[in-house]
């Protein structure tokens, strides 16, 4: 049987200067996806401890469950599901981690999402048909703090700058709306 532990929220209030996003309420979310009990516990605490609000399961089918892409609707009701990143093991029994990773690229609704992909074994091909495929990065086991906290920071980064870009395209478009506006002599 799959098994699904609900996420839980850990604030680790950090000394580094972080953006101003890293300092907010809101955790990256980050779903992990390993069929390995003991690294699934692993990743998961390298997640905690770098302040990441986690989700794990422990296949890649539960993994497309969870994100409502299974074909049904049995997500595991969360209302407004928010997934800042997907890590998954690459060997597991059933599904891939590559597979689960063509299928996030295919869904309109996470292809944007990155996904990173661990595995023990160090085989070119296997990363670089990986990487081709769309994943964010490839980790080598055991994932190190160093990796999490780098991922972190790159996301917490992109994250800020999607902000800003929406924020100056709001900006355009009220200035284009005043424009209008005026000459319109409104």
Do not use: W
Request: net charge negative.
């Amino acid at each position: 049987m799959a098994e699904v532990l609900r996420p839980e929220m850990l604030d680790i209030s950090s000394n580094d200067n972080t953006s101003s996003l890293a300092s907010s309420t809101e955790l990256l979310h980050v779903l992990a996806v390993d069929d390995s009990m003991v690294d699934r516990k692993f990743i998961e605490r390298l997640l905690r401890v770098s302040s990441c609000k986690v989700t794990v399961v422990d296949s890649a089918t539960r993994a497309l469950q969870y994100l409502g892409l299974d074909g049904e609707n049995s997500s595991v009701g969360f209302e407004d599901l928010k997934i800042n990143l997907i890590m998954t093991d690459y060997s597991m029994p059933g599904m891939t981690g590559y597979e689960l990773l063509k299928k996030i690229k295919e869904s309109s609704a996470f292809r944007e999402i990155p996904v990173v992909i661990m595995s023990s074994e160090n085989i070119l091909p296997r990363i670089d048909r990986c990487l081709e495929e769309g994943a964010e990065d490839f980790l080598l086991k055991p994932v190190k703090l160093a990796d999490v906290k780098r991922l972190r920071d790159s996301l917490m980064k992109a994250e800020e700058r999607a902000f800003k870009n929406m924020m100056h395209k709001r900006d355009l478009e009220a200035n284009d709306l005043y424009s209008q506006l005026k000459r319109a002599k409104i």
